[in-house]
């Protein structure tokens, strides 16, 4: 499982603007759903229902939400660069700066945790996300998550 396979250039926001947790969920809920025609409120309802279980904030400046829809048909990915940092709940509690949006069809099982695992591996590495943060555009970042050598060593 590769980034490009879930992450279309169109889906990457370089300078999201979001006052909370809530309001960036929906700007991506809305993302999300123009990205996959699925109803913008049931993309944003699965990402609530997720984060009631759980912080996506995973820590670094970095969240990874993600929820399965029963109408999906393959994996789907939004990445965004919020241009002012906001309190995510993030378990080192430290404000999300990156976020990448994770969507999977109900019966995605192993392919969701891989993706999940992928994402995971290629945001972990400090340095990567300062370039991230960094690049200037949504071109550079798709080539940042999709084919830097960092995110095939990762």
């Not at 944003?44 to 759980?54: F, M």
């Not at 940092?85 to 995605?108: K, Y």
Request: hydrophobic share 45%; aromatic share 4%; with cysteine.
């Amino acid at each position: 499982m590769e980034i490009e396979d879930i992450l279309n250039q169109r889906c990457v926001v370089t300078s999201l603007q979001a006052s909370s947790k809530k309001h960036a969920l929906e700007e991506l809920a809305r993302k999300a759903s123009a990205a996959t025609g699925l109803a913008e409120r049931a993309v944003l309802d699965v990402l609530l229902e997720r984060e009631r279980l759980g912080t996506t904030g995973v820590g670094c400046g970095i969240a990874i939400p993600h929820g399965k829809l029963p109408d999906l048909k393959k994996l789907y990915g939004c990445f965004a660069r919020l241009e002012t940092p906001i309190d995510f709940d993030a378990v080192d509690n430290e404000p999300v700066d990156l976020i990448f949006l994770l969507l999977a069809p109900e019966s995605a099982g192993a392919a969701h945790l891989k993706a999940l695992a992928r994402i995971s591996r290629v945001l972990r590495n400090a340095a990567h996300c300062e370039k991230l943060r960094a690049a200037a555009g949504p071109d550079r970042i798709y080539t940042l998550l999709t084919r830097d050598d960092q995110t095939r060593a990762a």
